[in-house]
Each structure stands twice: as structure tokens, then as C-alpha cells.
């Protein structure tokens, strides 16, 4: 199943930037609204608790004035004087995103940490680029505006607006994290039509999971695979009370083709679900299934939407089971037509091999050396499932896997091809 990113822009300078946002974005948003506004009103007709809310809520404003003073006193604020080309670039892109003013941009050296980030202090925006980051992009211009586009997104986008009045929302359990989730997804759209180039943009987030010097050698396809890890009980509920999505999830949903061949059930769900259910309050329980599951089901509604076919419930106690209603028919002899398919693309492979040419590093790079090998001809496909043959590079050649006879990956019959052939 695939999904297009709905982020729509181009290197071009001329070019508007405008992205469509996170499917659940706006729906947490309004529950995060109608939930504090209702706390606030509680909180109104109670004198105790507007009085602790009124310490808290100085307390954090006098932190975060004295974290905005460490920032102008300590970074480097960019301009026409002080590092103008990174200067130009940034009020190129708030040009392109229509933005009316733009924010105050620092440098700053942070210890080897590999961050940048918005913020905002009375009506002032800013953008804190850390230098390590910007370092370890090693003069890839667009991984760089990747990082950038994501950053002015957050302010274009107007996420740094109402922090007050949804501040109660943050501590109702999972909800206010679901929205910070579902806004970095936005975001990474920004980014995405900012970099204009898509090899880049992905390398923009490679390098956050690997730092500048490996991530051009990471193997996309087998770190969006890393999805499975988490697709437990305890570590699904993990990603739900994190701020910031898992970076395999943030390249899958920028490219959900590097997840081809390989499907993750929703096994982790419904066990996090069922954690929640036994250790938290009937009240508790309700926010979350108010804001993370909302996430979850509208996102899997849009990606069935956009892919034509609305899957059936996947069982919990079944991560293999899938929907097959709507699966290509088989032809007369799909095991032969399967060989066939195999033997073609491992020609090719080998034909590389045998030339000392570097074998494709994932599935995307498979594809385009196919159709740069073959014009006109169309890359052959799994007979079972219709989809592309999953692929992976080993340490002594590769892989090739069909989801096998029951048409459904993560089963006991899928098959695997190896390469060279063993013994």
C-alpha cells in the first residue's frame, strides 16, 4: 500500500511552499482546545487551583525568558553580516512559505547534539539552528534546507500560537503528545518541500539517526523495517508517551515506498491498548482513546483511502492476518511466473555484481536501476500479492522475498531467495 506525501514545493525559488497537514493534526488540536478550555473554567471557579496555576505559569515563563537570554547572549544571530548565505536561505524559504516576518536565526554549538528547534518569546519568533547539525549535512544544501523548512514550519504552521490556552491538555495522559507527534509529522512535510530533493530531504532525517558521517550509508529500507521492533505492547505505549515520532515512522510516512514487501501489523496497538485498559482509570482511559487511537485510525484511514481499498481489522492475536479481498487474481501458474520474476531481477543483480559495481542499498535504488537497465519494461512483481518484490542487501550478496501461496507477509510460508545461491 502506498501513500503520497502531501507536501507540495520545489527548489525553485520562485516557488510557494504549501503542504497539507497530518490527518489527525486538527482533530487533536480541537480536543486539546475543548479539553483545557473546560479545565481552565474548573480551574476559574477554583481559587486554590487558579493560584497554583498562576505559580507554575510564572515559574515556566521566567525559565523560558532565561533560556531566550542564554540563546541571544550565547548563539550566533545570523545576517547579512554574520553568515550570509545561511542568512539569505532562511528568509528565501519564510519567502517562500508567505511568512510576514522573518524570525530571529541563531547558531549554536551544543555540545555535539544534533537539534535545531522554533520558539517564540512575547510575539518574537526564533529559530536556533545547532551548528553540529548543520555540520554534519557536509554541504548537502537541500539535507540542510530540509532541517531548516522543517523548523520554519513549526511557525508558519502556527504551532507556537495558544501554548497557554492548551497548556492543561499536555497533562491529560498520551493527548498532548499525540499532538506534538502529529505536528512534527507537518513539519516534516515542510521540510520535505523545502529540500525540493527527495534523496536529500530522507538524508536530512538519516543523519539525526546516524550522525553526518554514516548516514549516507544507511540502509533506508532496513531502518524503516526497524517499525517492527517497536510493534510490542510495552513499546508501543513507549512511542505514544514520546514527544517526537520514531525516525524509521518519520521516513515511512515521507516515503512509504521503503516499507514495500514488508508489513507491520497492529499487534503493538491493541496490546498497548489492552496495558492501558488493565493500569489506568476509566478516566484516563477515555482521554486516550480520545486522542492517541483518533491518530492511529485516521491516519490508517487515509492511507486506505489514498491506496483505493479499505483494509479489514487486523486481529491482535495475529500479526501475520490481513486484508486479501481486494489482491490481484493469481495467474494460471504462479510459482512459475514467480521464478521467472526472481530470475530476471537477480540477473540483473549478478550482471552488477560481475562488474564490481555496488549492489542497490534498498528497494527505492533496486527500482531505479531497473528502470535504468531495462527501458520501457516494467520491474516484474510478486504473482501473490501484486506488489514489488521485497529486496535486501546481506553481507555475502542479497535477498529477494515473495509474501508466499497465502498472499500475506510475516507468515510461515513466505519465501526468501538467496544470493549467491547457497549449496
Avoid at 545561511?86 to 554549538?109: N, S
Avoid at 509529522?185 to 534523496?199: E, N, Q
Avoid at 496490546?271 to 482521554?287: E, K, N
Amino acid at each position: 500500500m502506498t501513500t503520497t506525501v502531501a507536501a507540495v514545493g520545489s527548489a525553485r525559488s520562485h516557488e510557494i511552499i504549501r503542504v497539507e497537514r497530518w490527518p489527525a493534526e486538527y482533530p487533536l488540536f480541537t480536543a486539546a482546545v475543548v479539553i483545557s478550555i473546560l479545565a481552565w473554567i474548573l480551574l476559574t471557579i477554583s481559587i486554590i487551583g487558579i493560584a497554583y496555576v498562576a505559580i507554575i505559569a510564572v515559574l515556566i515563563w521566567f525559565l523560558h525568558m532565561g533560556f531566550v537570554a542564554h540563546v541571544r547572549g550565547n548563539g550566533v544571530r545570523l545576517g547579512p553580516d554574520q553568515f550570509p548565505e545561511l542568512h539569505a536561505r532562511i528568509e528565501e524559504i519564510a519567502r517562500r512559505m508567505e511568512m510576514e516576518q522573518v524570525p530571529e536565526a541563531y547558531l549554536m554549538q551544543a555540545g555535539g547534539a544534533l537539534n535545531a528547534f522554533a520558539t517564540r518569546f512575547l510575539r518574537r519568533h526564533m529559530v536556533v539552528l545547532f551548528s553540529d547539525l548543520l555540520e554534519a549535512c557536509h554541504g548537502n544544501d537541500a539535507a540542510r534546507d530540509m532541517i531548516i523548512g522543517h523548523e520554519l514550519g513549526h511557525i508558519h504552521a502556527g504551532h507556537l500560537r495558544f501554548r497557554w490556552l492548551i497548556m492543561p491538555a499536555s497533562f491529560i495522559p498520551f493527548l498532548g503528545s499525540a499532538l506534538s507527534r502529529a505536528r512534527e509529522f507537518t513539519c516534516d512535510r515542510y521540510g520535505y518541500a523545502t529540500a525540493g530533493d527527495h534523496s536529500s530531504a530522507l538524508l536530512g532525517l538519516t543523519i539525526l539517526a546516524a550522525g553526518g558521517k554514516h548516514a549516507p550509508s544507511v540502509n533506508r529500507t532496513a531502518l524503516v523495517r526497524q517499525r517492527q521492533d517497536l510493534n510490542t505492547g510495552l513499546m508501543t505505549l513507549a512511542t505514544w508517551f514520546s514527544t517526537h515520532p520514531p525516525l524509521a515512522k518519520r521516513l515511512y510516512a515521507l516515503d512509504p515506498s521503503l516499507g514495500a514487501g514488508y508489513h507491520v501489523s497492529n499487534a503493538g496497538t491493541w496490546r498497548a491498548l489492552g496495558i492501558v485498559g488493565l493500569m489506568l482509570s476509566p478516566f484516563i482511559l477515555g482521554g486516550f482513546l480520545a486522542a492517541t487511537v483518533l491518530d492511529d485510525w485516521l491516519v490508517e484511514f487515509r492511507e486506505a483511502m489514498e491506496a483505493g481499498t479499505v483494509e479489514s481489522q487486523i486481529d491482535a492475536t495475529d500479526p501475520g492476518t490481513a486484508a486479501t479481498s481486494d489482491l490481484p487474481p493469481l495467474p494460471n501458474n504462479p510459482d512459475q511466473v514467480l521464478n521467472d520474476a526472481v530470475t530476471r531481477i537477480s540477473a540483473m543483480l549478478n550482471a552488477e555484481l560481475a562488474a564490481g559495481r555496488e549492489l542497490p542499498a534498498d528497494l527505492e535504488a533496486l527500482a531505479g536501476l531497473w528502470v535504468e537497465k531495462n527501458p520501457g519494461s516494467d520491474i516484474p512483481r510478486d504473482p501473490y500479492d501484486g506488489d514489488l518484490l521485497g529486496y535486501a542487501r546481506t553481507a555475502t550478496g542479497y535477498s529477494l522475498y515473495s509474501s508466499g501461496p497465502d498472499r500475506k507477509f510475516e507468515t510461515a510460508d513466505d519465501l526468501e531467495f538467496k544470493f549467491p545461491r547457497e549449496p
